[in-house]
């Protein structure tokens, strides 16, 4: 089936430090991959919708400096943490979308762990 | 921003017995899907419901969804100490590219 590889799964760095995270689809193109949030206990919060060849859609309250989104490929998106600082920990998740495919599931990386000391 | 709301919004249950959680969202959909999450991992996938159809089953699993109330429900029969995991439901909008939005999820406790 369908899968989302997302890299790395686990960052912990200081703060100030920019911090790059990788989704790739591994076996399927996706012209559209999106972006989300997910503090503890909390649900996923979209950030952006990332956009091959174009620029990233941000969400209202979503820094574009701040997350800096690159979909130079059909099978890569990649979301940079610019100078990041303690309030950016979170768990980031990407998910795509089969290009030309209606009613299917969208296909979720497993999660990158930020921790900014 | 997230379409609606889940309850409950935690579910502590005996294995073997069932349960239910229910998801209402706002606006018009193509889909609803769930989606199971351990304690800090990525989302699995369960089950998708496309929005003209009222029922659906896999396994353990079984899902409705009434379009005319915005409202959905996840059930698990006969669960497991495994099922332990938050469940969110996500709405798929009716336009091409857009991004599933979650409910606030339900945390489903399964002990043995």
């Known amino acids: 089936g369908a899968v989302v590889s997302q890299h790395p799964s686990w960052v912990i760095c200081k703060s100030g430090t920019s911090v790059k995270i990788e989704c790739r689809s591994l076996?399927?193109?996706?012209?559209?991959m999106f972006w989300y949030r997910q503090f503890p206990k909390q649900s996923l919060m979209l950030m952006a919708t990332?956009?091959?060849?174009?620029?990233?859609?941000?969400e209202q309250g979503v820094e574009k400096d701040k997350f800096l989104i690159n979909h130079a490929s059909l099978t890569l998106s990649t979301l940079t943490v610019t100078s990041a600082h303690p309030e950016d920990s979170s768990f980031y998740i990407c998910?795509?979308?089969?290009?030309?495919?209606?009613?299917?599931?969208?296909?979720f990386g497993d999660g990158t762990r930020l921790s900014i000391l | 921003s997230q379409q609606g709301e889940e309850d409950p919004q935690a579910l502590s249950i005996q294995e073997g017995e069932n349960a239910t959680m229910n998801c209402s969202y706002k606006?018009?959909?193509?889909?609803l899907q769930w989606y199971r999450q351990n304690s800090g991992r990525g989302l699995v996938h369960l089950i998708l419901?496309?929005?003209?159809?009222r029922e659906k089953h896999s396994g353990r699993l079984r899902v409705t969804l009434d379009t005319s109330k915005k409202s959905s429900s996840l059930l698990i029969t006969a669960s497991r100490a495994a099922d332990t995991a938050s469940y969110f439901c996500?709405?798929?909008?009716?336009?091409?590219?857009?991004?599933?939005?979650f409910g606030k999820g339900t945390t489903l406790s399964v002990s043995s």
């Open positions: 998910s795509a979308r089969q290009q030309g495919l209606s009613n299917q599931p969208q296909h």
């Open positions: 076996d399927f193109q996706a012209t559209t």
């Open positions: 990332s956009n091959e060849g174009s620029k990233a859609t941000y």
């Open positions: 606006t018009s959909i193509n889909n």
């Open positions: 419901i496309r929005s003209n159809e």
């Open positions: 996500a709405t798929d909008p009716h336009q091409a590219g857009t991004a599933l939005i």
